[in-house]
């Protein structure tokens, strides 16, 4: 048989190009190219034979090989290199994969031996454990069933050999044999709880669990195995997993060399797992498994562990007690352990073991510097818990001791302080002002000399001030803020509070004087000391306090003063929000008669914050913040003065102003056309009230003005497509109403091109028209023709209702034909003419019956009458028309028919023979 028949020539080729491609990566293996050249090589692999060779045709597969080998050893060589990086990590288990697999082919392909076999396994196990550093257990998973394959081999090949040459293997090939099998099962186990599949896992671990006596290292490595993953399955959360694996561990440290301190260190965590469950059997679990761990190994966390079981089994005092000094007397317990231990059992409402503990914790580090600490936790406890007296004898030991032979450090005074300042604080804020007082002045105790100029001995004294003003006691109060005093003279807070007591003793004066001194040094004062919202808060407590006690005149004697003579545009603002405020609150209360000092305040705002925004150096957030504040004080006084049309007007007005000075948005645009639109409404309705036709035009002129800016910003809507439909726009057809009374008013000429502005608008009822066409006629207007047009609109608008509204039409008409008829000339009544041939319309359609019968009346006694004055003219022919006109609305009549009928009929037979007389007088002239 020839070589190429026997498969020598495939298998030489693809070895030659394995063998090349292992040497370019040999030579650039660091090259970014190296990853193609593995795959090239990967390729290969896939097409090699792994069929076994026949004699004299194995020199291809040694040769893959040796370039298998050389492959494993280049992985191994960039592992350990110094210069390996995240490249490197990624692409060696890839070349260790590559290099176990071409090893595996040859294996089969070559005569078999159980070292070739145990080799391959070997190779495989560690290009598994090479594939989970890379986080990859898929692939690991692959490379360990790959290794146990080959080791099944291996045993295999053992047992033949030893039937083929009737040898026994030695015991020492079959220990290696057993000890690669229980390193493949642990990996096996890894993989498997990587990928998520527990239970396969826990199975595997108890199949190899019996095997692992007679291998005491990899016993330990179980072990250890076990562990670890516990401590991953408890990060995860995954407690009854957790617990499992450690009991695991546990189990198989008895069969091996561990150490007392590792099984301990499992069963405090195996405890952890069953304590983080909260129920009673798996507590009782958890407090059996810390004993037994305490029992190896007396360790700080497991008597932490103890004592936090016991207080979630709410076991007896006694043995929590026993727990607890167990665990503080323990010597690598420090003194912030402990701490964490007394917090659990206040928690767990056992206040008074806590107590205890921290006695006993005093008598453990007694005559040392955490002596001191202890006290001062044993304090705050004693305050918690409300034994004011315990905690009495406490700061007094705690001061002798500071001040005889145990000098507490800076930083567990600093603690004291606070600890002192929290609950006085809180028992102020309760109104408890003597325990509050108490605990101040037993802080002032721990103040040396050196420390009663600092800024924390001042705040102390106005501290103590304010418990004091609680008690009434204003002398001792005013004493304690002389400390404060002397040393911070420009402390707004010490002002305040002397105003405070000045308020509350009556003396007004020396109110309004620290209150004016409390404003200077406010303005005076750094940012770092006092901010400006401080001293707006004091500059408000100050005035509600005088409102409280009913001295209105303090606080706004004050707050004014501060508007005339200071120069900080912010603190007159502060003033005038204060001011603002007041003044809202009589206003809902008394009368309006505080109505025009709020004016001023707000015009005032208005002023400065318009100067502000002209310095571009002013914080624009602060500016706007403050615009939008006054805008909206200014609206909502307006709901409360409308009665008071001129403030009204002039609120309206200032809340426009205040929305020039803020970003123009689209939100902005709406708020301004409404300021403007009610603007425009309170001086149209101060030009009705006025008593002077000067006056009266000089509001309608100012209505005029808002109306085209108001007009001006409705087009820019528009513009930018976000207001409504123009035509439905209830502010548009506003505008233009108020627009057209006050030109009707004015007697412009342009008149009825506002008319038809409006006559565009979706005007939703006739009524409108009405009202448009009485001012129209209405003095000093006096525009007849308008006032006709108009009505003719409300007419069409009465009849495109879907029923058409008869009523109101009759009353239009009504209208209408008053107008029309007033003048006395030919025109007149053609229009006149017209209206009537339109109620004939009216009267034969179906809504013949809703005419009102009493204005038909009136319309055939107007149309009769207009006649008979026609025919005492002599007009006969016109007056027969009109006396037509009137009998055809007499027979639209019912109830009233027969009242006029033959008085009717009988003029009209007269008129008609006038009217043909004259007809044929002429006839015969011509």
Known sequence: MSSSDNGTAPAQELSQRIQGLVDTLSTNSADDGSEQVLDDIVQLIDKFPSQPTPPGASKPFQDSYNSAIALWNLAVTLKTSSNSDDATDTIVPQMRLAACRLVSLCTLALPATSAAFSKVAQMATKTGRSWLESDNPSMAEASIALAAEFHRKHGDSLSLEQESKGEYATSSQWAEHGLQGVRIDLYEVEVASVLGQHQRAIDKFEDMKSSLPRYPKQAQMATMLAYNLGVTCFKQFNFPAAATWLSESYDVGKQCVIGAMKQARTLRLLARCYLETGDDSELRKALNAVDLANTEHMHPSGLYCKLSVLLKLKSSENAIRQALFEYVSHVDVSIDMAMVAIKDLVKNECSALAVNGLDQLATRFQNTPNENRIHIEELELLIELERVEDACRVVERCLSGHSEYQPISAGDRQYLHNVLWKHAARDYEASKYKPALLWYDYSADFFSASELETKNACKLQRNRCLCLIGL????????????????????????????????????????????????????????????????????????????????????????????????????????????????CTFLSENSMSDLSSLVFYIRKALEKLQAMTAKEEEDTAQVDTEVTWFMKMAWNVTLQCVDAVEELHSLFMLCYKFTLLLPNDNALLNRQKTCLLMAAASSLQLARDSSTGDSRDAHLLSTLDHIKDCHGICSLLAKRQLARNQSSDM????????????????????????????????????????????????????????????????????????????????????????????????????????????????????????????????????????????????????????????????????????????????????????????????????
């Not at 509350?504 to 005076?524: F, P, T």
């Not at 565009?760 to 028209?769: E, I, N, R, W």
């Not at 033959?902 to 008129?911: I, L, P």
Request: hydrophobic share 40%; with cysteine; proline share 3%.
């Open 731 to 926: 502010a548009r057809i506003l505008i233009l109403l108020y627009e057209f009374e006050c030109k009707a008013k004015l007697r412009h000429g342009d008149l009825q091109t506002t008319l038809d502005s409006l006559a565009d608008m979706d005007v939703p009822d006739g009524s409108t028209f009405e009202t448009v066409a009485a001012i129209a006629v209405d003095a000093p207007g006096n525009n007849r023709q308008v006032a006709m047009n108009a009505l003719r609109l409300s007419l069409k608008k009465y009849l495109e209702r879907k029923p058409p509204d008869v009523v109101k039409y009759s009353k239009a008409v009504h209208s209408l034909v008053q107008l029309a008829l007033e003048v006395s000339s030919s025109e007149s009544r053609d229009e006149a003419m017209l209206i009537f041939s339109g109620i004939n319309d009216i009267l034969s359609s179906p809504n013949k019956t809703l005419y009102p019968e009493m204005e038909i009346v009136w319309l055939m006694t107007k149309s009769w009458n207009t006649g008979i004055q026609l025919f005492s003219a002599m007009n006969y022919c016109e007056a027969e028309k009109w006396c037509s006109f009137g009998l055809n609305l007499l027979s639209s009549l019912s109830t009233m028919k027969n009242s006029y009928e033959s008085q009717m009929s009988t003029a009209y037979a007269e008129v008609l023979s006038k009217c043909e007389a004259f007809n044929a007088t002429r006839n015969h002239e011509e």
């Open 472 to 583: 009434g006691r204003f002398t001792e109060a005013a004493l304690a803020l002389q400390q404060s005093r002397q040393y911070e003279p420009d402390n707004p807070f010490t002002h305040f509070l002397l105003y405070k007591i000045a308020i509350l003793q009556g003396e007004d004066q020396n109110a309004i004087d620290e209150l004016r001194s409390m404003v200077q040094v406010g303005s005076k004062a750094t940012k770092e000391a006092v901010s400006d919202q401080d001293i707006h808060g004091l500059i408000s407590l100050a005035a509600q306090l005088a409102f409280e006690k009913s001295n209105r005149g303090v606080a706004m004697h004050a707050l004014e003063g501060l508007i005339q003579y200071s120069t900080d545009n912010n603190q007159i603002l502060v003033a005038l929000r204060c001011l603002v405020r007041l003044r």
